[in-house]
């Protein structure tokens, strides 16, 4: 058993505390695997598995309110589902749910083939592409703005909008904000441009059709729904295809693997979402005192879920730091774990999996062109391409 500590260390989860964060998650939980760290106005960390699965199933103890971003997005707004506690969110979330079932995402594979396809031939034509600028970015937006409804003419200005608010906002939050109000009256126009024309087959349409207890969702509804969505649909589907060609980049072994064997690849993303999870904490805030591995949580106090350690728990995992591209029985955190599980989960990972599909169809053996890019975020990922 470690010794469980009080005293406050500066463990964050944002920005260049990524670099080395595995380190950081296999020391802090030898030391203290629930503990408080100075960081963005103080917070608790939970770093095992079995406490932050329970945490996810505890909303009676651990509220996503006021924000489940701490530093919180550049809004003043709650976002719905992902900031509301039952019993709203369960009608909240429970009108999302048809549109996100494995059937209604198995509907968009072909066209997520052709969208992958068309990226890939054009990063294979290159001898040195950045392949996050012209694959893992493009293809989430591509995928996800069609079936949302974002008109296409607006895409190019997608990326910094992303990027100010999620990975500005540590270092920048004035630029955070500023962005958050440009996306918000960016709905705000869309959602009223399009009450002048006919919809019929896309989300926007459908959950502007949608009723909660006989009644439809307010314009304030629908305009947080779509900045959550626009912002849970993006960043996360493109990590988690730039952090795998990452890997894939530096393990040509690997690569040739999945490209003999493309049926591989559904477990190797599962791997890939485990060890490299594009989300690697989300918080909470106690609504009672409660005491977790040994420490006393008050009411009132902020709460981090570190589902990147959960995911590296060496109480669940053999060789948690490995990634075994074969590994079965792989349930991880990467999505959550309770009743605000990532909704998108189906489409994210059919994404993944296409993406990687046609990646390593297209594109004959690549390495990493510069040693220094990260293995997180969605920044550019300079790869070369042929041996
Ligand atoms: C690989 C890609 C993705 C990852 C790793 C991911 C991860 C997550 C995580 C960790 C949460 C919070 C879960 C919790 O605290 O219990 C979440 C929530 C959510 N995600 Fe995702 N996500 C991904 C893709 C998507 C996509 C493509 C969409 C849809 C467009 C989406 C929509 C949502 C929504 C709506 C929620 C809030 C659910 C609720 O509050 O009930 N996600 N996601």
Same mark, same amino acid.
């Given at each position: 058993m470690?010794?469980?500590?009080?005293?406050?260390? &500066?463990?964050?989860?944002?920005?260049?505390?990524? !670099?080395?964060?595995?380190e950081t998650y296999s020391d802090l939980r030898g030391q203290c695997p629930v503990g408080r760290s100075e960081k963005h106005g103080g917070f608790w960390y939970m770093m095992n598995s079995e406490d932050i699965f329970a945490a996810e199933q505890d909303p009676s103890t651990f509220s996503v309110a006021p924000s489940m971003l701490l530093p919180a997005f550049g809004t003043d707004v709650p976002l719905i589902p992902i900031d509301i506690d039952p019993p709203e969110? @369960?009608?909240?979330?429970?009108?999302?749910?048809?549109?996100?079932?494995?059937?209604m995402v198995a509907k968009l &594979?072909?066209?997520?083939?052709? @969208?992958?396809?068309?990226?890939?031939? !054009?990063?294979?034509?290159?001898d040195v592409v950045d392949a996050s600028a012209l694959f893992a970015r493009p293809m989430p937006t591509i995928v996800f703005s069609r079936l949302a409804g974002f008109p296409?003419?607006?895409?190019?200005?997608?990326?910094?909008?992303?990027?100010?608010?999620?990975?500005?906002?540590?270092? *920048?939050?004035? #630029?955070?904000?500023?962005?958050?109000?440009?996306?918000?009256?960016?709905?705000? *126009?869309?959602?009223?441009?399009?009450?002048?024309v006919e919809h019929t087959d896309d989300l926007i349409a459908e959950l502007t059709a949608a009723e909660i207890k006989g009644r439809k969702l307010t314009h304030e509804e629908l305009l947080s729904y779509c900045f959550l969505l626009f912002l849970a649909g993006l960043d996360t589907t493109a990590w988690a295809i730039r952090s795998s060609l990452w890997y894939l980049a530096q393990h040509p072994e690997e690569q040739e693997r999945l490209r003999n064997d493309?049926?591989?690849?559904?477990?190797?993303?599962?791997?890939?979402?485990?060890?490299l999870s594009p989300v690697q904490a989300m918080a909470r805030t106690c609504l009672k005192d409660v005491e977790v591995s040994g420490q006393q949580l008050k009411q009132? !106090? #902020?709460?981090?879920?570190?589902?990147?350690?959960? *995911? #590296?728990?060496?109480?669940?995992y053999d060789r948690p730091d490995d990634i075994v591209i074969d590994r079965e029985n792989n349930?991880?955190?990467?999505?959550?774990g309770g009743i605000h599980r990532c909704l998108g989960s189906n489409l994210g990972r059919q994404e993944l999996i296409i993406a990687l599909e046609e990646f390593l169809a297209a594109v004959p053996a690549f390495s990493l062109a510069n040693p220094d890019e990260q293995w997180h975020g969605v920044g550019s990922l300079t790869l070369k391409i042929g041996k």
């Open positions: 470690p010794d469980n500590q009080t005293s406050e260390v &500066d463990f964050d989860f944002h920005g260049s505390a990524l !670099d080395n964060i595995f969110h @369960t009608d909240y979330r429970r009108i999302l749910l048809p549109l996100f079932t494995p059937k &594979d072909e066209g997520m083939h052709k @969208t992958a396809r068309e990226l890939a031939a !054009d990063v294979a034509s290159r296409e003419k607006d895409w190019p200005k997608f990326d910094q909008w992303v990027d100010d608010i999620i990975y500005e906002r540590t270092v *920048n939050p004035d #630029r955070a904000w500023k962005a958050g109000q440009e996306v918000m009256e960016y709905f705000d *126009n869309l959602l009223k441009e399009r009450d002048q493309p049926d591989l690849i559904p477990l190797a993303s599962e791997e890939f979402l485990r060890t009132g !106090d #902020r709460v981090v879920l570190v589902f990147g350690a959960g *995911n #590296r728990d060496p109480q669940v349930r991880h955190l990467a999505f959550g």
